[in-house]
């Protein structure tokens, strides 16, 4: 039954992907980053809060020194009712992570989450998409980008659970594609 709620999700979230042109960002990283510069993931903070609203999480982070943890692969989790990654903590964590995305063709990328609960997407430092009330899983508002060249591109990603089940998917629809996906590990990394 969850898969085909999912399933009916993912359609409404991509039936609204036409109507958002989405803000232009402007260049990649300069200079860009080497591979021998770049580890694979994204690094992770934590902090623990009774978190209503993503913009508090952003509080946090600019108030208060986070608990690091370990930098994670991809942004495809359902924790059900356990522990958010290694917070050892279930409910009332918020968690930053920070990196770049590879984008590897210019064009209009279009982003989405589903989530459980708050999350915001940031990709150029441009907010792609958001949905930062408590609520069940659930898919933010798609939103989208222009990008002029190919390039890593700073990412940051804010969530936090409050209660109950925890989920975070990141997802995207590169230029061409007709269906969003999981943003894969390859195209995802931070500084070493």
């Given amino acids: 039954m969850r898969s085909i709620v999912l399933a009916v999700l993912a359609a409404l979230v991509l039936a609204g992907c036409a109507d958002d042109s989405g803000p232009k960002i402007p260049q990649p990283l300069s200079p860009q980053p080497t591979a021998a510069q770049m580890d694979p993931g994204l690094s992770v903070q934590f902090w623990k809060s009774p978190f209503n609203d993503v913009s508090e999480v952003e509080r ?3 108030r208060y020194a986070g608990i690091p943890g370990k930098a994670v692969t991809m942004l495809d989790f359902d924790w059900g009712n356990g522990v958010v990654l290694d917070s050892a903590l279930a409910n009332d964590v918020g968690v930053e992570f920070l990196g770049a995305i590879r984008l590897d063709k210019p064009g209009r990328y279009g982003f989405t989450a589903l989530s459980n609960d708050g999350v915001r997407v940031m990709v150029g430092g441009v907010t792609v998409t958001e949905d930062g009330e408590p ?4 898919w933010s508002r ?3 980008i222009e990008v002029a060249a190919a390039g890593w591109y700073p990412l940051r990603v804010l969530y936090y659970e ?27 990394a931070r500084k070493k």
């Fill in 162 to 188: 409050k209660r109950g089940t925890a989920v975070l998917r990141l997802y995207w629809q590169q230029p061409g594609d007709a269906q969003m996906s999981v943003v894969p590990a390859a195209v995802l």
């Fill in 142 to 144: 798609p939103g989208h």
């Fill in 60 to 62: 946090y982070t600019q």
């Fill in 135 to 138: 609520h069940p899983d659930r």
